[in-house]
């Protein structure tokens, strides 16, 4: 197992968001997360990204807990996440956007005075490595534009290029192709199957059917606890998963 | 005469000591939202820093320089970490920040009149006097001109080329996709302390020995420096640069027009506050500023 969530409980006041969830996802997998609006998905990903500090339980990634690192600390051992709504730096070009994901861009003011050589051909290996992801998302030509000027579905392709960028052991995507049209989301979706050779990705997404096609397996989440785990033809076959949410 | 070539060069100097308050003022805003009161007295501790080794310990004031910078930005992170710190780590609004800001703020103030007294002092050191296109020019002002300008490019070269200095982009501009991408914010916000608070002492040096050393130094010129801010568009470093010069010749200008018209030139800092109401009015969201950004 390259992730491990145990028996994970938050509440914000009286509003229980996670109820003792318990996850264990296989490496090379694309693992889906469904459930109803409001059942705790969002602060799942929150919770494993760092973002929220758990009360209670125990988060294991590569064996190792993170529990309670930061989410800084927690994105530099390859666990990469991105956001419902998407978000790029909207003041920055498309290829500074990329280039601030990559790990490998260190451009330390130390390094910059010591060692401009070696510093100078890391960028330039970054910048066509950055080129080459945007190329295969059809936004190549976009590179010098700022993030802000692209359309709402550029965006999402960019923020998919960073998360490239960053050559992740893990993804948590937080709904990836919503509100893009279904030939561009599929597009995507073949991407990320591309890149299972290498990562392993965690999507809450609630197109049910690219769930269907691409997961290796699904959580349900209903009121802040897993209801149902399985394939995804056993979990379209599950009764109380169609009845709380595939609606019968 | 208005655009004589006196007028310019003091405009250029007065605007190169703003540039430098309002960079910083600029980088705390924007990566922490909130606007910081407390700046004012950056300017004067470094003012005073300085001080303490050009006069007290009779060294040349370019060591006062050096120090004030860095003492001055260590004093920016000290109070970060005392303060500000545990503030953003208790959630508190913007408003809570900059009521501390000034509270701090005075709390230095009073520190420094307490130790130095409420008295005028200057600065040991020779200058010499230029004639330069029918005007004259200090050393000291050939030294801020030049200074202030390099100052301007190093900056420019740590936001554009640097990990640093990218990292605080990323940090204005999404905090939270910042800390996604493995930046350090809390590490990052260490090193917008420090610049920002070191070049405050900077201008406080500039300050101080272009005028005179007063524990109202840096609260004199808030103001205007809140004016370029707001004049260059809020959170717009290269907007602050442009807005800085902008009104050291409006002020230049504005005080030979009222020499000129026999008005009391103690009207002077009435044009930042006429030029702040102006903008806000006619363009609030500054030269370079998006609606976004105001």
Redesign the interface.
């Known amino acids: 197992m390259i992730l491990r969530v145990k028996d994970i409980k938050k509440s914000f006041g009286g509003l229980i968001a996670l109820d003792g969830v318990s996850l264990d996802i296989k490496k090379n997998t694309i693992v889906g997360l469904i459930g109803p609006n409001g059942s705790g998905k969002t602060t799942l990903i929150n919770v494993i990204?760092g973002?929220i500090q758990p009360e209670s339980g125990s988060i294991e990634f590569k064996g190792m807990d993170i529990s309670s690192m930061?989410?800084?600390q927690i994105?530099?051992l390859g666990i990469?996440?991105?956001?419902q709504l998407t978000?790029?730096?909207?003041?920055?070009t498309v290829l500074?956007c990329m280039?601030?994901?990559s790990?490998t861009?260190?451009?330390?003011?130390l390094k910059?005075f010591l060692n401009p050589g070696e510093v100078s051909k890391k960028q330039n290996a970054d910048i066509e490595r950055a080129r080459n992801i945007l190329e295969a998302l059809d936004i190549g030509h976009l590179g010098n534009e700022y993030a802000s000027s692209l359309s709402g579905g550029q965006q999402k392709l960019l923020s998919f290029g960073?998360v490239q960028m960053?050559q992740p052991g893990f993804v948590l995507f937080d709904e990836p192709v919503a509100g893009i049209n279904p030939t561009l989301a599929n597009k995507i979706f073949e991407k990320i199957e591309l890149e299972k050779k290498s990562t392993t990705f965690l999507v809450i997404e609630h197109n049910i059917d690219i769930l269907m096609n691409f997961c290796d397996e699904i959580y349900v989440m209903n009121k802040g606890k897993i209801t149902a785990f399985g394939t995804p033809q056993e979990i379209q076959c599950n009764k109380s998963v169609i009845d709380v949410y595939l609606g019968g | 005469m208005p655009f004589s070539s006196q007028i310019i060069i003091n405009s250029m100097v007065t605007g190169s000591i703003y540039v430098l308050i309002a960079i910083g003022l600029t980088m705390i805003y924007k990566v922490l939202k909130f606007a910081n009161f407390m700046h004012a007295e950056l300017v004067t501790f470094g003012a005073y820093m300085a001080y303490i080794i050009n006069v007290s310990l009779g060294m040349d004031l370019v060591y006062g320089l050096i120090i004030a910078f860095l003492l001055t930005g260590i004093l920016g992170i000290i109070t970060d970490r005392l303060v500000f710190k545990k503030l953003r780590s208790k959630g508190s609004d913007v408003i809570s920040m900059m009521i501390a800001s000034i509270g701090i703020g005075l709390l230095v103030r009073q520190i420094i009149q307490e130790s130095w007294g409420p008295q005028l002092r200057w600065y040991e050191f020779q200058d010499t006097t230029y004639d330069f296109l029918g005007g004259s020019i200090t050393g000291l002002q050939i030294f801020i001109l030049i200074s202030s300008t390099l100052l301007i490019f190093l900056l420019h070269f740590?936001f554009m080329?640097?990990?640093?200095g990218?990292?605080m982009?990323?940090i204005?501009?999404?905090p939270?996709?910042?800390?996604?991408?493995?930046?350090?914010?809390e590490n990052i916000l260490l090193w917008v302390w420090f610049i920002g608070g070191g070049l405050a002492g900077i201008a406080g040096v500039f300050r101080g020995a272009d005028t005179r050393l007063v524990p109202l130094l840096g609260w004199e010129i808030l103001l205007p420096a809140f004016a370029v801010v707001i004049l260059g568009g809020i959170g717009s470093f290269y907007g602050a640069i442009i807005a800085a010069y902008v009104l050291g010749f409006s002020e230049n200008i504005g005080v030979a027009v009222l020499s000129e018209l026999s008005i009391s030139t103690g009207y002077r800092p009435a044009i930042a506050f006429i030029i702040l109401i102006l903008v806000l009015i006619l363009r609030p969201s500054g030269i370079m500023g998006t609606k976004?950004e105001t």
């Open positions: 990204s973002f930061k989410p800084h994105a530099r990469c996440r991105t956001f978000r790029v730096f909207r003041h920055m500074e280039l601030l994901a790990k861009h260190d451009t330390g003011i910059l960073m960053t | 740590l080329k640097t990990r640093t990218k990292a982009r990323a204005s501009d999404n939270q996709l910042a800390m996604a991408c493995g930046i350090d914010t976004e």
